[in-house]
């Protein structure tokens, strides 16, 4: 519900991830983020490749080499079906001929647990859900899905910080994905009432509690707003669509 901004009344503003293009495609739900108004940027969530400690791959290379030769029999476990792991999965396999057999579990915290149980043979996590096993040394981060390096220097473990992981494409492996962390508004507002939000935003991010929570995520920081933010949603809805469609994912008509 959304009200006018003069403070005498009060709006709701939906916050979406990457599943705003991916639950309509996958169940024909008939909806669109074009219903809605973009309003900002946030973040984007990093994905990360992941081994257990004790895997005898210690490159992103040495890994995918290893899944060419298991022929499918390698597992990655990932949150959900038909949804941003399994999604980044079909797109690691395209860039690297490759094919994996994709467990889907319930959350990210057990994905990890998964891997670090050895149940399956790598993950596609995000960094928060798996940085306690990395910091515990049961987990192996082998590259990034980005194309450029996590900024973050301080040290997670004895020997490595987010930024000594290098990116897929560094590791030659030629996959990126990131998932948006974005806000809406209702359709039909005004450019004022959008403004105000976006000004807002711009704050909060100055803020150290908003500082620190993007460091301890780790997340790349990326601020769009108006027609570039747009204009980023119209691609990245093409670009789901198209590896959902080759994975026979979408929805039947």
Not at 50 to 74: C, R, S
Request: aromatic share 10%; glycine share 8%; proline share 5%.
């Amino acid at each position: 519900r959304f009200r006018n901004v003069t403070g005498v009344q009060t709006c709701a503003l939906p916050i979406s991830l990457s599943n705003l293009f991916t639950t309509p495609a996958a169940t024909g739900v008939p909806f669109s983020w074009k219903d809605m108004t973009p309003v900002a940027m946030l973040a984007l969530d990093q994905f990360v490749l992941w081994v257990n400690a004790e895997a005898p791959q210690k490159t992103a290379q040495e890994y995918i080499a290893a899944a060419k030769a298991a022929g499918g029999k390698l597992k990655m476990g990932g949150t959900g079906s038909k949804q941003e792991d399994q999604i980044l999965t079909v797109s690691m396999e395209k860039a690297t001929g490759t094919k994996f057999t994709y467990l889907p579990f319930k959350g990210g915290g057990d994905v990890a647990v998964q891997l670090v149980g050895e149940h399956v043979d790598s993950t596609v996590n995000d960094p928060i859900e798996a940085v306690a096993q990395w910091r515990a040394s049961t987990l192996r981060p082998l590259c990034v899905f980005d194309d450029k390096r996590m900024p973050y220097k301080a040290k997670v473990t004895q020997t490595m910080s987010w930024n000594d992981i290098p990116t897929c494409a560094e590791a030659g492996v030629s996959t990126e994905y990131v998932m948006l962390r974005g806000i809406f508004m209702p359709g039909g507002v005004t450019q004022d009432q959008v403004n105000f939000f976006v000004n807002l935003m711009k704050k909060v991010r100055e803020t150290p509690e908003s500082k620190k929570f993007m460091e301890d995520g780790a997340f790349n920081t990326t601020f769009m707003t108006g027609k570039e933010y747009t204009s980023w949603v119209q691609k990245n809805e093409t670009l789901h669509r198209d590896l959902m469609k080759e994975a026979g994912f979408l929805a039947k008509p």
